[in-house]
């Protein structure tokens, strides 16, 4: 009886989405560890240099580059409460966002940090959203400084998808 009452409450879960993701796929925990992180549109990286000075606190927007040369171009992803933190390598800093406003940068910052949801779109891409809002990683395309990257809600481009490269 308890085995069947079971069956029927994960069955009813189910039916409801309590273990898909919002993409509405089933939900896969993202394995924590060293990455570079790409938009594979671009075929750019993600890349988060050190600020400016030798006293901190250091703040500096996170960028894109087209080649994968440099520790600034890796980053470790770690668990934090249900998402992650994720800090480059050689500057030390963290992803961050100042609020949860639309068409706010991603910075870098060496005092703080933004958890953040890394969460699958198909296949070995994600999206990196802002936790309890619609907004996630967007690549903001400029043709006369490096790309940036800011919070926008999420409608399925290209821009806001990212590969994450073990390494």
Do not use: C
């Not at 919002?22 to 992180?37: C, D, R």
């Not at 040369?69 to 992803?95: D, H, L, P, R």
């Not at 406003?101 to 953040?116: A, H, M």
């Amino acid at each position: 009886m308890l085995k069947t009452f079971s069956s029927f409450i994960f069955a009813a879960l189910l039916s409801q989405g309590f273990f898909l993701g919002a993409n509405g796929e089933a939900t896969k925990k993202f394995a924590p560890g060293m990455y570079k992180i790409v938009n594979p549109e671009s075929l750019t990286w993600v890349r988060g240099l050190p600020g400016p000075g030798q006293h901190g606190p250091w703040m500096s927007p996170i960028t894109m580059a087209w080649d994968m040369s440099s520790i600034y171009q890796t980053w470790e992803v770690s668990a934090f409460e249900e998402g992650y933190k994720i800090q480059n390598s050689g500057s030390k800093m963290f992803a961050f966002s100042r609020s949860h406003e639309v068409d706010n940068l991603v910075l870098g910052f060496s005092d703080g940090f933004t958890k953040w949801y890394i969460e699958p779109t198909g296949g070995s891409e994600y999206r990196i959203h802002y936790p309890n809002r619609d907004l996630v990683w967007t690549v903001n395309y400029d043709d006369n400084f490096p790309d940036t990257v800011s919070l926008k809600p999420f409608e399925g481009g290209e821009d806001q998808i990212f590969r994450f490269d073990k390494l």
